[in-house]
């Protein structure tokens, strides 16, 4: 009996779901379990990458399905991406999936439980939709370059993605809110868990600026650091940020010294450094994706992070960047809706603020008394990861995933699957 994972990216590739999906399948695996990772052979950015079709890492059998490389700068490419996915993952699954076996399909690309519902059914397999976000709610938000399909496309795909979720035996969501979005549509109860997402505390521990090498490398010595670290996407709020960069500089000329650093990439960043030209701010500096190796450093090279959302998302979205910031010891800053998954996170454990989105003078003043008084900063910091060590952490996560598994196992057998 195996757990077959299914989703476009896997170790050693950096994006979000990629990182969640390495971190469940290696620790299952060294819990005794036999786990198989059904993936593309791209990384998240480079999707001219040709990864190894087959191999075993740290025990977790990895089948890397040919798809095609077009990227994400392209709507028709990346549907085609998609496709070409959907196509291949279902039939390396239909070859791998067997009698008893659980199938755990995540959501990149949107709706693999579409797909992955039928081929359990008929492989005698039990499926277990694991959400990080919903789609195509979020489409129907978000848009598509623009653009909108008609609306019985999005009924049409509502209506198929929702009898997916109907007929698994469970489904894992990250939050409240998309729980209760679940349930709306039917989803019985006994059939939806929420579990968080998380943050490995052995990989990113608190680093303190005066031995962080990054710092010294980016020329952050002696600067009280603002960060944003992650994709910065149409799903996040750019605005309130400059609003709230001009505002500090306007504040502290010749005062304090504070600096905003961007890490990652995303659709708006682009249009992001433009208006930061535009407008003739100088404090930003921007970074790329860090090695996965490298985040204990490049979170903690911050005091301080934003972690944004639009709020029509709440429900749909949680971003996952929240618990490494927890994890790396620093307070967070959240700008979106104050009753929200994350700003509840940390109003409820203290760890950091909630700004309204388009309050760009509220982020600038929490900002500014962080800045003016860092032992409160470092106070936040702390308490951020003792909560993490509690709530967020891997290990903490693996177990709850441990539990689900036993629970539903259908011979009622509490341990490994193997």
């Given at each position: 009996?195996?757990?077959?994972f299914?989703n476009?990216?896997?170790?050693?590739d950096?994006s979000?779901?990629?990182?969640?999906?390495?971190?469940l399948?290696?620790?299952?695996?060294?819990?005794?379990?036999?786990?198989?990772?059904?993936?593309?052979?791209?990384?998240?950015?480079?999707?001219?990458?040709?990864l190894p079709?087959?191999?075993i890492?740290?025990g977790?059998?990895?089948?890397?399905?040919q798809?095609s490389r077009?990227?994400?700068?392209?709507?028709?490419?990346?549907?085609?991406d998609?496709?070409?996915?959907?196509l291949?993952?279902?039939w390396?699954?239909?070859?791998?999936a067997?009698r008893?076996?659980?199938v755990?399909a995540?959501?990149?690309?949107?709706?693999?439980?579409v797909i992955?519902?039928?081929?359990?059914?008929w492989?005698?397999?039990q499926?277990?939709?694991?959400?990080?976000d919903?789609?195509?709610?979020v489409?129907?938000?978000?848009?598509?370059?623009?653009?909108?399909p008609?609306?019985?496309?999005?009924?049409?795909l509502?209506?198929?993605?929702n009898?997916?979720?109907r007929?698994?035996?469970?489904?894992?969501?990250?939050?409240?809110g998309?729980a209760?979005?679940?349930?709306?549509?039917?989803?019985a109860?006994?059939?939806?868990?929420?579990?968080?997402?998380?943050?490995?505390?052995?990989l990113?521990?608190?680093?303190?600026?005066?031995d962080?090498p990054?710092?010294?490398e980016w020329?952050?010595?002696g600067?009280?650091?603002v960060?944003?670290s992650?994709n910065?996407?149409r799903?996040?709020?750019?605005?309130?940020?400059?609003?709230a960069?001009?505002?500090?500089?306007?504040a502290?000329?010749?005062l304090?010294q504070?600096?905003?650093l961007?890490?990652?990439?995303?659709?708006l960043?682009v249009?992001f450094?433009?208006?930061?030209?535009?407008r003739?701010?100088?404090?930003?500096?921007?970074?790329?994706?860090?090695?996965?190796d490298?985040l204990?450093?490049s979170?903690?090279a911050?005091?301080?992070h934003?972690v944004c959302?639009?709020?029509?998302?709440?429900g749909?979205?949680?971003?996952?960047?929240?618990?490494g910031?927890a994890?790396?010891?620093r307070?967070?800053?959240f700008v979106g809706?104050?009753?929200?998954?994350?700003?509840r996170?940390i109003?409820?454990?203290n760890?950091?603020?909630?700004?309204?989105?388009?309050?760009?003078?509220g982020?600038?003043?929490?900002?500014?008394?962080l800045?003016?008084?860092?032992?409160?900063c470092?106070q936040?910091?702390?308490k951020?990861?003792?909560?993490?060590e509690?709530?967020?952490?891997?290990q903490?996560?693996?177990g709850?995933?441990?539990?689900?598994?036993?629970?539903?196992?259908?011979?009622?057998?509490?341990?490994?699957l193997?």
């Open positions: 009996m195996s757990i077959v299914l476009r990216y896997f170790h050693p950096h979000a779901t990629s990182q969640l999906l390495s971190d399948a290696f620790g299952l695996s060294e819990c005794g379990y036999d786990v198989r990772v059904i993936t593309s052979r791209q990384l998240y950015d480079a999707p001219a990458e040709r079709a087959h191999e890492i740290a977790v059998d990895v089948r890397r399905v798809t077009f990227g994400r700068n392209n709507l028709v490419g990346r549907a085609v998609y496709l070409t996915f959907y291949a993952g279902a390396k699954l239909w070859r791998l067997r008893g076996d659980f755990i995540k959501t990149d690309p949107p709706l693999l439980s992955a519902a039928p081929i359990a059914r492989r005698g397999a499926l277990i939709n694991w959400l990080q919903l789609f195509p709610e489409a129907e938000v978000l848009g598509l370059n623009g653009r909108q008609p609306g019985f496309v999005y009924d049409t509502r209506n198929v993605r009898q997916s979720l007929s698994a035996i469970m489904n894992v969501v990250v939050g409240d998309m209760q979005k679940i349930a709306a549509i039917g989803v109860p006994d059939r939806v868990c929420i579990i968080q997402n998380w943050a490995d505390g052995v990113i521990e608190p680093i303190a600026p005066a962080n990054l710092r010294s020329g952050l010595d600067k009280f650091v960060g944003y992650g910065l996407g799903a996040h709020d750019y605005r309130t940020l400059l609003d960069i001009l505002l500090v500089e306007d502290t000329r010749g304090l504070i600096s905003w961007f890490i990652g990439g995303g659709a960043r249009d450094a433009k208006e930061l030209r535009w003739g701010l100088k404090s930003v500096t921007f970074k790329p994706y860090q090695a996965r490298r204990a450093q979170l903690s911050a005091d301080v934003v959302l639009r709020p029509e998302l709440e749909l979205i949680v971003p996952s960047k929240f618990y910031i994890a790396a010891g307070p967070a800053i809706d104050r009753s929200g998954e994350i700003a996170e109003e409820r454990n760890i950091g603020y909630v700004v309204s989105q388009g309050d760009g003078a982020l600038a003043t929490r900002v500014l008394a800045a003016r008084d860092p032992d409160l470092r936040i910091g702390a951020a990861r003792l909560v993490c509690e709530e967020f952490e891997k903490v996560a693996i709850r995933w441990e539990q689900l598994l036993a629970r539903i196992h259908p011979h009622g057998h509490a341990g490994p193997r």
